[in-house]
């Protein structure tokens, strides 16, 4: 059964910095790319970061860019979400995601607010 559970979220101030996380289980986590998103109130949910399998290559959403770093271990089964000089608009339940077979899994999201 894959799971994917997040945690390190919460509140901070307008400038600070969190580190999200996401312990993944039941399936061979090494294998696949992992994504993060974000979903705001009222908004769409919005793909954050991107890592493939082994970590060789990322992508961002563009306002993240300089900002948000991911990295994965796979000795650990986690990918993670470095987010620093933090600003309101990233205020969002971030949610872990893979896929694969057709598939799609999330995880039960983790809560960022961002106060000004």
């Known amino acids: 059964q894959v799971q994917l559970v997040e945690s390190g979220g919460g509140l901070v101030q307008s400038g600070g910095s969190l580190r999200l996380s996401c312990k993944a289980s039941?399936?061979?986590?090494?294998?696949?790319?992992m994504r993060w998103y974000r979903q705001a109130p009222g908004k769409e949910r919005e793909l954050v970061a991107l890592?493939?399998?082994?970590?060789?290559?990322?992508n961002y959403l563009e306002s993240a860019q300089g900002r948000f770093t991911v990295s994965r271990d796979n000795a650990k089964n986690t990918v993670y979400l470095q987010m620093n000089n933090l600003k309101p608009e990233d205020t969002a339940v971030y949610y872990c995601?893979?896929?694969?077979?057709?598939?799609?899994?999330w995880g039960q999201g983790t809560q960022v607010t961002v106060s000004s």
């Open positions: 995601n893979t896929n694969f077979y057709s598939k799609t899994y």
């Open positions: 039941g399936f061979s986590f090494s294998t696949y790319a």
């Open positions: 890592i493939t399998s082994y970590g060789g290559s990322t």
